[in-house]
Structure formats: structure tokens, C-alpha cells
């Protein structure tokens, strides 16, 4: 009968030593209760783990709902982190393509400000009856630098034409013009050259300016629309598992606040994001030609040099014009035949009559204080504004390369996510330790490789392609702006393309000044260069740039500019 509960103690005891190895859970429970999950089901102690998808199948703290809730919050986590990380980068691009905007556009309307006033002054009444001249010349501007379908040289064309109607007309005022015989005159204006070579000089100058100005902040729009969208990781089945592994597997095995190893994060993260570190040599290229352009804008393509002195330049045009009034007057009449003379009764006057005054710039001592002279202030203020702008947007880009491909880096360096590549306390999927693998390179191909994650490396992401083929077709786009050249580009407001206007060559330009510099650092590993780029300085217009690229290609960069205001 002594054997009977010798027996029943010795299964007690048993039973109380498996209750003493077996580990708490309590940690987890904590941690998992701070994620903002419910604790009904979730283990008091260490149980079989043969249910579990993704974690180790020993002992654990994890039932298999707390393992498909965590990897979901482990997708979670991966896209919360890389928009955290990203937001410096994006926020960089919305800012300041809103600031360059508005400053932009804030110039064009205190130079049409600057421009009323100083005519006003100057002309008076024979200004501001034709003044719809320059009104239409001011809109035409800011429709095409906002997008709008606008040869610029095709309307610089009109402006000059329509001002030389009018001001013959009043140099020759006791004579009556028909629709026809001012159709003629036109035709003599690239012979006679009535403004001298202002239409020429003005026409070259506004449309680097105006190609440049333009190009840049679409530049910006586009930077943005892809960094916002680059932002938005799709991440694959076998990601979500390696995700699972890395951040909430330490959770499973009783281990909630044992951070993952560096390496492993990194080779985790190269993984999950592999297509994006492949747009990184489409954007480094991008952001060069954007710094170029930026340096245009502050140098030779400066819009402050063409817009302050715009008043000055078209009165002295029309100056030359009263000057040469009879040289001119006489050839033209010869061309286009003897005018009528005007009805009895109308008012006949000579030109010293119509225009009584020489345009002059002030000096700075007696610059005025009416209008005219706040405005050209504000316009400068504006400027120098802009100016401070475009060297804090340079800075700011300078930072942005190399920025997809070291993503995996700079989320795996954060305190919170990882450990130094050095440690030995911390997860290396599957316990405590030291990673011992190395880390992959970047980019779809170098996966092959990865012991983390299996990444089919033969299904590039078609929309990260679309956004590398975006960057490429705006990447062209900025290199013909910076010869001074416009190129077919979608816009928002019409269904046609852009200008084609330009030529971006002034007097005493070469071939050799055409040409856009290359960059100066090493190739990029993995870099695509099997596409042909387009022949720099091309005439614009020819649409060569878009001629290797896929509809796909089109359709992205329309989708892109759509937005675009």
C-alpha cells in the first residue's frame, strides 16, 4: 500500500517541476498589449508552437491568430518606417516646389506691375489704349510657364508684330491703315529690323529663362510625385514572412525586447526594397540635371536679367522704331503702297506730338516714389527672394542622392530597429547571437544571393518601372533646358504638347558651350545604361528624346504631369 502514494507524490512533483521550467509569457503579453491588441487567447505560459506559419515551431508564447496579427503589423511597421524615413526627402520636394511657384509667379506679376507703371508714366494715354498688347504678352507667359501648350517664339513673334501695327500707326497718323496693308507690314518686319535687334535679343533671353524656370519646377512636381509614390512599398508574400522573422519571431520565442542584428535587418530590407534601390541610378541622374538647371537659374539663364529690364527693352525697341520712323515708313510704303490719308477732321499729328517723351531708367538718386518705383523694388525683393530659394533647393537635392539605395541602411541604423552590425545581443532569426551571413549588394539582381528574403529577380516591379522611366523622360527634359531648349512634353491644359521653342543660342554661343557636362563621380554598380541618350543640344521640338521610349514610358509621365499647375 506504501507504493500507492509514493507513486502519486512522485507525479505531483513532476508535475510541479514542468510547471517551474515552463517560461512566462508575461513580457509578451505586455509587449503585445502595447501594439494595441487584445489579450483574450494570448498565453499566460510557453506553449507548443507546432501551429505556427512563420516563427519557430518549439516552445512559445504566440498562438497562430497572434502570428498572422503581428506579421500584418509587421507590414505596418515596415511602411511606417519608410515614410518616416522618407519624409524628409518628400517634404523637401512639396515645400519647395510650392515656394519656387509662387515666387515665380509673384515675379511675373510685379514685372507686368513694374512695366504698367513706367508705361503709364511714360506714355500715358497711348499706353493704356493699347495695352492689351502687354497684357496678352504677361498671360501668354504665365500660361506657358504653368504648363500650357505655348510656342514661346511663335507668341514673341506675335507681340513684336502686333506692337510694330500699332506704333506705325501712330508714327503715321495721318494716314488710314486696312487689315490687309498691316498684314504687310509684318511681312517687311524681319527685313527691316523697325526694333532693332531687341526682338531678337529678347526673344533668345526669355525663352532660356522662361524653358528653364519652367522645366525646373516640373522637375520639382515630378521629384515629389515620384518620392511620394516610391514611398508606397508593395511588399511581396515572401517579404511579409522575412518581416515576420525579423521584427515579432523575437516576440514568439519570449524575447519581445531583443532587437533584430544590423546585418540581418539590412539583408531583410534589401530584400523587401530591392526594386526600389533600382531607381536610384535613374535618380541620381535626375537630381544632377536638376542641379545644373538650378545653376542656370542663377547664372546665364537668370530671369531677373530678362524680366527687371523688360519695360526698359521694349520702350528702347520702340525708340529705335521713332528714330528710323521715315527710313522705315518710306520702305514700307514702297513695298506695300501709298496709305490713304486719313478722313478730314481726324487728328493729325507729328511724331515728336505722339511721343513726347524718351524712356529712361532712373538713377538711384531720383528714383521715385510713386508706383513705379515700389514696384521695381518689390520686384527686385521678390527676386532676391527667389534667388535664396534656388540655392536652399540646390542644397537640399545635393542630399537627395543615393537616397533609394541606401534606404535599407538608414532604416537599419535607427536605434530602435537594430543593433550594431557588431553585437551579440540580439535576434538573428531564430535566437540570440551574433549574424554571421554576409550582407547582399543592392538592386533586384544582387537578391539572388540574399539569405533573408527570396525575391524573384526575373519580375522587375512594373510600377517602380514606370517611376524610373518618369525620372528618365524629365531627366531628358532637364538636359535640353539647360542648352536652353524646349522639348515635347504632356502638359495639363491642352492636348497638344509643349512649345518646341528656342534655340537657346544668343550671339557668341558655340557648339562647344552646348554641351551638358557629365557627371563627375563613379558610375553607379547596376546602373542601366543600354538606353541611348538623346543628342544634347538637339533642336527642340523633334521629339528625338521620346523616340526609345515605351508607351508605358509616355503614359507614366503623363499621368505625372496631369497634376501639374
Not at 506504501?2 to 509587449?31: E, K, M, N, Q, W
Not at 493699347?130 to 511663335?154: A, M, P, Q
Not at 535566437?431 to 526575373?458: A, C, H, M
Not at 502638359?491 to 497638344?496: C, I
Request: glycine share 6%; proline share 5%.
Amino acid at each position: 500500500m506504501l507504493g500507492i502514494p509514493f507513486v502519486l507524490c512522485t507525479l505531483v512533483l513532476v508535475a510541479l517541476g514542468a510547471d517551474a521550467t515552463s517560461r512566462s509569457c508575461g513580457d509578451v503579453r505586455h509587449a503585445y498589449a502595447a501594439k494595441g491588441f487584445a489579450l483574450a487567447g494570448a498565453p499566460q505560459h510557453e506553449i507548443a508552437g507546432e501551429h505556427l506559419r512563420v516563427c519557430s515551431q518549439g516552445y512559445t508564447c504566440c498562438t497562430l491568430e497572434m502570428e498572422e496579427r503581428l506579421s500584418d503589423q509587421s507590414k505596418m511597421d515596415l511602411q511606417s518606417l519608410l515614410e518616416e524615413t522618407s519624409s524628409t526627402l518628400r517634404s523637401t520636394f512639396t515645400s519647395r516646389h510650392k515656394k519656387f511657384d509662387e515666387f515665380f509667379l509673384e515675379l511675373l506679376d510685379n514685372s507686368e506691375k513694374s512695366l504698367n507703371d513706367m508705361f503709364v508714366r511714360t506714355y500715358g494715354k497711348l499706353y493704356t489704349h493699347n495695352s492689351e498688347i502687354f497684357e496678352d504678352l504677361f498671360s501668354e507667359l504665365k500660361r506657358y510657364y504653368t504648363g500650357g501648350n505655348v510656342n514661346l517664339e511663335e507668341m514673341l513673334n506675335d507681340f513684336w508684330s502686333r506692337l510694330l501695327e500699332r506704333v506705325f500707326q501712330l508714327l503715321n497718323s495721318q494716314y488710314t491703315f486696312g487689315d490687309d496693308y498691316l498684314e504687310c507690314i509684318s511681312k517687311y518686319a524681319d527685313q527691316l529690323k523697325p526694333f532693332g535687334d531687341a526682338p531678337h535679343k529678347l526673344k533668345a533671353q526669355v525663352t532660356r529663362a522662361f524653358v528653364a524656370a519652367r522645366t525646373f519646377v516640373q522637375g520639382l512636381m515630378v521629384g515629389r510625385e515620384v518620392a511620394n509614390r516610391v514611398s508606397k512599398v508593395n511588399i511581396s508574400p515572401a517579404c511579409s514572412k522575412a518581416l515576420t522573422r525579423l521584427m515579432y519571431c523575437p516576440y514568439c520565442a519570449g524575447l519581445p525586447e531583443l532587437r533584430p542584428c544590423g546585418n540581418y535587418c539590412r539583408n531583410v530590407l534589401k530584400g523587401c526594397l530591392a526594386n526600389q534601390a533600382d531607381l536610384d541610378p535613374e535618380w541620381n541622374l535626375f537630381i544632377d540635371a536638376m542641379l545644373l538647371v538650378a545653376d542656370r537659374l542663377e547664372g546665364p539663364f537668370n530671369i531677373e536679367a530678362v524680366m527687371e529690364p523688360l519695360d526698359v527693352k521694349i520702350s528702347e525697341a520702340i525708340m529705335t522704331l521713332q528714330d528710323n520712323s521715315m527710313q522705315v515708313s518710306a520702305k514700307v510704303f514702297q513695298g506695300c503702297g501709298q496709305p490713304k490719308p486719313a478722313v478730314m477732321g481726324r487728328s493729325v499729328r507729328g511724331v515728336s506730338d505722339v511721343f513726347n517723351a524718351r524712356f529712361r531708367p532712373y538713377s538711384p538718386e531720383e528714383r521715385p516714389t510713386t508706383a513705379a518705383g515700389t514696384s521695381l523694388d518689390r520686384l527686385r525683393t521678390v527676386w532676391r527672394t527667389m534667388q535664396h530659394s534656388v540655392i536652399d533647393i540646390k542644397e537640399k537635392l545635393k542630399k537627395a542622392k543615393r537616397f533609394w539605395s541606401a534606404l535599407p541602411e538608414d532604416m537599419c541604423t535607427q536605434e530602435r530597429v537594430s543593433t550594431p552590425p557588431e553585437s551579440e545581443q540580439c535576434w538573428n532569426s531564430h535566437t540570440k547571437g551574433r549574424y554571421f551571413p554576409e550582407v547582399v549588394k543592392d538592386g533586384l539582381t544582387s537578391q539572388l544571393s540574399n539569405p533573408e528574403v527570396e525575391v524573384d529577380i526575373t519580375r522587375p516591379d512594373t510600377f517602380i518601372r514606370q517611376q524610373i522611366m518618369a525620372l528618365r523622360v524629365m531627366t531628358n527634359k532637364l538636359r535640353s533646358a539647360y542648352n536652353g531648349n524646349d522639348i515635347l512634353f504632356p502638359d495639363s491644359s491642352d492636348e497638344g504638347s509643349g512649345s518646341g521653342s528656342g534655340s537657346g543660342c544668343t550671339e557668341g554661343c558655340t557648339t562647344a558651350q552646348l554641351h551638358f557636362p557629365q557627371s563627375t563621380e563613379a558610375p553607379i554598380a547596376g546602373a542601366d545604361r543600354s538606353d541611348p541618350r538623346p543628342a544634347e543640344g538637339g533642336a527642340a521640338g523633334t521629339g528625338s528624346a521620346s523616340s526609345s521610349l515605351s508607351l508605358a514610358a509616355a503614359l507614366a509621365v503623363a499621368a505625372l504631369l496631369l497634376r501639374w499647375r
